[in-house]
């Protein structure tokens, strides 16, 4: 059975930098994109951003609002991914879900979702 | 702002079928494939369809997803109790190099 459990989230102030990681079970991991989209409280979805497996070569994108603040990485020795969240903004409060990417390079679709984590920016 | 567009609410009676369609541009949905997601209250999102009308394993075939031009259309058979849920389109945007989701669509069973 495929699951995806988040950690790391919490409540920290304007312009603090905070680290989810993302710890897949259930399926082989370097085999797949892993992806973040975020939900602030009572909206819609917002992708966040993707890296690809090696065999795309590792790469990423991210959404134009948290470009240059946010990072995606993966260690596929440890089976784990990981989103970076620096200079911090109110706005970038909600429940962040890491999700599993399937479909190939420009045809993702999320096929797996964690129970996300709830990340509270505020002074 | 999303680049998609769905309606806000969508609703029917038990056994009705309902559709929810999702507008985009030729730079996401007129490009690439669209994938819809369901997110039951209170519950994380939930893949429903894939590469337009691909079902996945366990997904009832009363779901049915379509695509044409820049829009696509997801449709409900039989609508039952428990497809209460937001619904969700989104496709990858060559423009913005970037995934987008839809606006979102709340279904609600009368």
């Known amino acids: 059975e495929v699951q995806l459990?988040?950690?790391g989230g919490g409540l920290l102030q304007p312009g603090r930098s905070l680290r989810l990681s993302c710890t897949p079970s259930g399926f082989t991991f370097g085999d797949y994109a892993m992806s973040w989209v975020r939900q602030a409280p009572g909206k819609g979805l917002e992708w966040v951003g993707i890296i690809r497996s090696n065999r795309y070569g590792g790469t990423t994108d991210y959404a134009a609002s948290?470009?240059?603040?946010?990072t995606i990485s993966r260690d596929d020795s440890k089976s784990i991914a990981y989103l970076q969240m620096n200079s911090l903004r109110t706005e970038d409060t909600a429940v962040y879900y890491c999700t599993r990417g399937s479909g190939g390079y420009y045809f993702p679709y999320f096929d797996y979702w964690g129970q996300g984590i709830l990340v509270t920016v505020s002074s | 702002q999303s680049v998609l567009t769905q309606p806000p609410?969508?609703?029917?009676?038990?056994g009705q079928r309902v559709t929810i369609s999702c507008s985009g541009s030729n730079s996401n949905i007129g490009s690439n494939t669209v994938t819809w997601y369901q997110q039951l209250p209170g519950t994380a999102p939930k893949l429903l369809m894939y590469r337009n009308d691909q079902r996945p394993s366990g997904v009832p075939d009363r779901f049915s997803g379509s695509k044409s031009?820049?829009?696509?259309?997801?449709?409900?058979?039989?609508?039952?109790?428990?497809?209460?849920?937001?619904y969700y389109c989104a496709a990858w945007d060559d423009s913005l190099n970037g995934y987008v989701f839809g606006t979102g669509t709340k279904v609600t069973v009368l």
Do not use: C, N, Y
């Open chain 2, 9 to 14: 609410s969508a609703s029917g009676t038990p």
């Open chain 1, 5 to 7: 459990v988040e950690s």
């Open chain 2, 69 to 86: 031009g820049t829009s696509a259309s997801l449709a409900i058979s039989g609508l039952q109790s428990e497809d209460e849920a937001d």
């Open chain 1, 66 to 70: 948290v470009k240059g603040r946010f």
